[in-house]
Nanobody, 129 residues
Framework: QVQLVESGGGLVQAGGSLRLSCAAS????????MGWFRQAPGKEREFVAA????????SYADSVKGRFTISRDNAKTTVYLQMNSLKPEDTAVYYC??????????????????????WGQGTQVTVSS
């Protein structure tokens, strides 16, 4: 069982930056690939970024590529999402998610909501124009 708690959301002007954090409970954090998703009002939850258990591989949605960076610190059992050059269309609730992976699975291409086993409660990001 993994519990995930997101933080770092808030209100920012377009062009600004925010860094989201997701703290995970438990001592098995390094056996999980991690992802960030977001959900805007009236829309489905969508993939934003993912990172392999080692942190060596990452995947991004086209809409955030070049602006957002996902990273993790296994010693701190925390995953981060650095968001730069924010746009009003980035406004959403951002969710952290964890997927249990085998030790030989160094991939990060877990792009579907259904790929993940555990979810955080979400943190609101609002970008004003």
């Amino acid at each position: 069982q993994v519990q995930l708690v997101e933080s770092g959301g808030g209100l920012v002007q377009a062009g600004g930056s925010l860094r989201l954090s997701c703290a995970a409970s438990g001592r098995t954090f390094s056996t999980y690939a991690m992802g960030w998703f977001r959900q805007a009002p009236g829309k489905e939850r969508e993939f934003v970024a993912a990172v392999s258990w080692s942190g060596m591989r990452t995947s991004y949605a086209d809409s955030v590529k070049g602006r957002f960076t996902i990273s993790r610190d296994n010693a701190k059992t925390t995953v981060y999402l650095q968001m730069n050059s924010l746009k009003p269309e980035d406004t959403a609730v951002y969710y952290c998610a964890a997927k249990k992976v085998a030790p030989f699975d160094g991939g990060s291409r877990y792009l579907s909501v259904n790929d993940y086993d555990y979810w955080g409660q979400g943190t609101q990001v609002t970008v004003s124009s």
